[in-house]
């Protein structure tokens, strides 16, 4: 029966505009000296790596789009949280996702966006997240917390890629 509810919350989820609820929109963006397809990478390795993750694994698979489980170490503020995202990915361009439930977020989405340059010799990659607990006085908190994480995770994504980039 679980498994069922699951499926259908990942049939009827569509996470386009991932933007379409809350407003606490952070953002960051930075220039990599890489191809998209070594960003590409680079952002999913950076993603296995997050140590404020104790687990990440895919519940369901179809195509492009998972539903994944996903337990955060004690963050600031929430402490521990256990969570189920829809993840959506259209290979090297964007990886968007959007909370279907948590035992503490109201609401956690956010996208990976690669724009790479007409040359192909460098990317811009862009990471946007909007994360609601639902404690209201300590939402200005949470985003100036949440600006440091991308602003760390886009400078390792950044690191990465230079690192084994080889720009013909």
Not at 26 to 43: D, Q
Not at 51 to 79: C, M, R, T, W
Not at 105 to 112: D, I, P, Y
Request: net charge neutral.
């Amino acid at each position: 029966m679980r498994k069922l509810l699951a499926l259908a919350a990942f049939a009827s989820m569509s996470i386009a505009p991932v933007w379409a609820q809350g407003s606490d929109i952070v953002s960051g963006s930075v220039t990599i000296n890489a191809p998209s397809k070594v960003v590409w990478e680079a952002v999913h390795t950076e993603r296995q790596n997050d140590p404020d993750l104790e687990y990440s694994k895919v519940i369901e698979q179809h195509g492009n789009q998972s539903l994944i489980e996903q337990k955060f170490n004690a963050l600031p503020v929430i402490g521990a949280a256990t969570c189920q995202l829809i993840q959506r990915e259209i290979p090297l361009e964007r990886i968007d996702y959007k909370l279907v439930k948590s035992d503490k977020f109201k609401a956690l989405n956010g996208s990976w966006v690669l724009t790479p340059s007409p040359d192909g010799q460098t990317t811009v990659l862009a990471l946007s997240s909007h994360l609601d607990t639902g404690m209201a006085y300590s939402q200005a908190i949470i985003d100036v917390l949440t600006k440091k994480k991308i602003d760390r995770r886009l400078d390792n994504v950044k690191r990465a890629a230079e690192a084994v980039a080889v720009i013909p």
